[in-house]
């Protein structure tokens, strides 16, 4: 197992100038992950024999079913690209995560456009997957998958990189019941912020009154952890979360830090702040206190430090 998450991601995103029109995508999130990550670039088109620059392709459908075809000549890819995908992604070992670029007819996974036909004519709906996108998300179901646009999202980006930065973590656990108990009480809150349910959950197969193998305990742990990330965090168990750790610490500190906490959740409530700027005034104290037990936590650092400065950026889609 690689010490780095390994990413797929659409090779027109920063790798090469291969997009229909011969340009590349500019992604600075794609760029930040560059030295935390092991990325395995790749462009389906390219991979079936299309040139660059090249005539752009669509999602055509019809009595036939969904095709990838010619936008001006209507000559069909589509047994080409079922055919490299398949091949593709059996050859693949071991992914933790997929960048893919949004909206495009082979791998977008997610908003594309479908046409009745090639030629002039008007989109049927735009709520379609790319050939290659919809194949990658029904072969990896349990590994974050994203389009480069949506990661211009502050709240999207952040869950993509702790929900592939906390899955690897465990993948690089050995299989021991000791690794998963730490692992586990390590991520205590920031399974808490995502569900008290699935941690209480989690936490009762750790402690393995069961007495299960612990092959299976790893195999059950698993699943709770993708049922965990299948949607994002809310703001309320956030504050809950937050709310909790400040109560460690809250009888050390004066009034006016009191006040100055209690001010920055409701501006944190009303999205006015990001969530790191609580956090990172709640760690001030934990730091101050020495309250070891919380310093070790994820919730205040899920992913690498390096890629927290993107994080106050971007406004993309949800
Ligand atoms: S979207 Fe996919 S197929 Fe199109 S240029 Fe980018 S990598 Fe290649």
Redesign the pocket.
């Given at each position: 197992m690689e010490q780095k998450p390994r990413v797929l991601v659409?090779?027109?995103?920063e790798f090469a100038a291969?997009?229909?029109n011969g340009q590349k995508?500019n992604s600075p999130e794609v760029r930040f992950l560059q030295p935390h990550v092991n990325f395995i670039?790749?462009?389906?088109?390219?991979e079936i024999g299309l040139p660059v620059p090249r005539d752009s392709i669509r999602l055509v459908q019809d009595e036939s079913g969904t095709r990838l075809v010619n936008s001006e000549t209507g000559e069909d890819h589509t047994e080409a690209m079922t055919s490299f995908r398949a091949r593709f992604l059996d050859s693949l070992e071991g992914v933790d995560g997929c960048i893919?670029?949004g909206r495009?007819p082979?791998?977008?996974i997610g908003n594309v456009k479908v046409y009745p036909s090639h030629g002039k004519v008007p989109q049927i709906h735009s709520k379609e997957t790319?050939l290659?996108g919809k194949a990658v998300l029904e072969r990896f179901p349990e590994i974050p998958v994203e389009d480069e646009g949506r990661l211009n999202n502050l709240r999207l980006r952040e869950h993509f990189l702790t929900r592939l930065f906390t899955l690897h973590a465990f993948n690089l656990l050995k299989g021991s019941m000791g690794e998963l108990v730490d692992y586990h009480s390590k991520n205590k809150y920031l399974f808490m912020s995502y569900s008290q349910k699935l941690l209480r959950e989690a936490g009762k197969l750790t402690a393995n009154h069961e007495h299960l193998p612990v092959k299976e305990v790893y195999t059950r742990y698993r699943l709770i952890l993708s049922k965990m990330f299948d949607s994002l965090p809310r703001i309320q168990t956030n504050i809950n979360v937050l709310q909790h750790l400040f109560g460690y610490v809250s009888k050390h500190i004066t009034k006016q830090e009191k006040e100055l906490f209690l001010d920055m959740l409701e501006r944190y409530r009303e999205l006015q702040i990001p969530l790191a700027a609580v956090t990172s005034l709640l760690q001030s104290w934990i730091v101050r206190f020495d309250t070891s037990y919380l310093a070790m936590q994820t919730y205040f650092q899920p992913f690498p430090k390096g890629l927290q400065s993107i994080l106050d950026t971007g406004k993309g889609r949800v």
């Open positions: 659409s090779k027109c995103i291969c997009r229909y995508i670039p790749v462009c389906p088109e390219m893919l670029k495009s082979t791998c977008g790319g290659f």
